[in-house]
């Protein structure tokens, strides 16, 4: 087992990262103090998120460094969290421009209850080190997730060069793939702003006969 990485999911658990790859990272970290999320969240995004029931993949790079922000879901932070983080800022600015409403708070779990799956391609950082662990071996989980994904249609969000770069390991036909800049503040006006993910999303799973998925979290 591995306690300092956090337990693999059962629903991802065939993965070979979980054998090949997690045991080394897992010793690196059980070196390490300070490391966020905290290991019972770490695979958090894959736990609520079956390979089955995902329609909609977000990428994200790495954990928040603060502590109290990050709970294991890319984007998101925990509903008390105030200010929000920059980047999902923009991301509410863009929701509220495409669909004239975004959530009450930064906590996306009723996306990922719905089947958008929010991963990071680094699943821990250390605290105030954001980018640390870049290097420390979790894309390959990354990359795995994605090709295991390609068994049928699903919308895909690549916002920046990091999650445009492992586009390559989406394949087969019939995938919404969406490239633009990243929310970040450095980039949101090179593309991403006006870029209508929400509604493009929306509008691509009812032609595929899906319900669109609830991003305001306004529905009953």
């Given amino acids: ?38 290991a019972p969240q770490r695979f958090a ?49 863009e929701m509220q421009d495409d669909l004239g409403a975004h959530p009450v708070n930064g906590d996306l ?12 391609t680094a699943l821990t950082v250390p605290v105030g080190q954001a980018g640390a662990h870049a290097r420390l071996g979790w894309t390959a989980l990354t990359e795995q997730v994605l090709s295991s994904l390609n068994d049928r249609p699903r919308a895909i969000l690549l916002w ?3 999650a445009q770069s492992f586009a390559r390991h989406i394949r087969g036909s019939g995938h ?20 209508r993910p929400f509604s493009r999303i929306n509008d691509w799973l009812t032609e595929q006969g899906q319900t669109p998925i609830d991003w305001t979290g306004e529905a009953p």
Wanted: with cysteine.
């Fill in 1 to 38: 087992m591995t306690p300092d990485a956090g337990q693999p999911p059962a629903a991802w658990r065939h993965l070979p990262f979980f054998v090949q790859d997690l045991p080394r990272i897992a010793a690196q970290l059980a070196d390490q103090s300070d490391i966020l999320p905290p």
């Fill in 160 to 162: 920046g060069r990091h």
């Fill in 109 to 120: 779990r009723h996306w990922a209850r719905q089947g958008v799956l929010l991963l990071n």
């Fill in 176 to 195: 919404l793939v969406i490239e633009t800049a990243h929310p970040s503040p450095l980039s949101a006006r090179r593309g991403f702003f006006g870029s």
């Fill in 45 to 93: 995004a894959l736990e609520a998120c079956s390979p089955e029931a995902t329609r909609v993949v977000i990428l994200g790079q790495d954990p928040y460094p603060t502590p109290g922000h990050a709970h294991g879901l890319a984007f998101s932070v925990e509903p008390d969290v105030q200010p929000l983080p920059r980047s999902l800022t923009n991301i509410y600015k």
